[in-house]
């Protein structure tokens, strides 16, 4: 294994939360409001580890070009800040790559055709844009000295491309030499054929509050199988009534319920905390700069578990996991 993160085949459990997902260029510079912003998330969950993404944008799912220096994605620079601060609260530190579609549309959906077409767009274009914006994230994971580097996020059209992403992953090897995962969407993590060339298995784990046991499971089978550390990089709920059974879709569910919200979170961190081979997590998601009021953090549908009931949970979850690791 690479990096501070193992020692042996032993695996430091991060307790991440994500952070500042979507920040323009330039934030840091605008307001001292991130700083608060970070601060209240390590108080008010208790994580130990900052998960940053850094998502670059194309303008739909079949575009060829990966915009990554464009006033809608958060700057190398922004980031660097950024973790300097984090470094200094004692958190540890997650390089996240992503990328979003302008239009909206999923970046699960980005793919192109398998054969050649003269005058489509081709898997070797959008490989070789998405390798230069990896690549450039690696950097700044190397300099940041960050703990782990995840080299993408949901790619789902993407995954059969075994070769590609292999050939990507050995590129960013020669600028960051720390430990390296891809996070694959939920339901994934058996498909995916190339799991040997990360040293983390990573995934989405928005899975139904009555089916953690047995994705748990299969996951942990896959986890097995490669002989690799598992971690969810994302997971988390909406504050939805229904959506602790459809926790992926933040638009899903009806009326507002901090309490959907607070079971599904509850019956996740018990089912971390019942399998110790996995290895992290990151919750998802806390703003950067649009972070609500605890005024109205009652009223708020989102994912995020500021000053909800939900909050208690992260707490007491991030105790219990600093107890354990502590106490193997």
Known sequence: MEGALFMGDFMEYLNAYTWGHGSPRGFTKKSDLWKHSLDEMILSSGCDTLLLPIAARQDHAFSTKVDFETDDVMSMEDAET???YARAKGLKI???AMVNCRDGYWRAYIRFFDNYVPTEPTWAEWFESYTAFTTELAKLAE???AELFCVGCEMVGTDHRADEWRALISEVRTHYHGPITYNCDKFQE???TWWDAVDVI????YYPIDQLDQHFSRIQSVSQQFGKPFMFMECGCPSRDGSQYVPNNWSF???LSQEAQRL????FCRSILKNPW???????????MRLYSPESAMENTGYCTYKKPSEQVLLSFSEAIRRRENNP
């Open 143 to 145: 300099k940041v000295k």
């Open 190 to 192: 058996d498909h995916v």
């Open 94 to 96: 997650i390089i996240k």
């Open 202 to 205: 990573s995934s989405s784990g």
């Open 82 to 84: 950024v973790c300097a």
């Open 264 to 267: 599904w979170f509850d019956a």
């Open 253 to 255: 569910g009806g009326a």
């Open 278 to 288: 996995v290895r992290g997590n990151g919750w998802w998601d806390w703003s950067a």
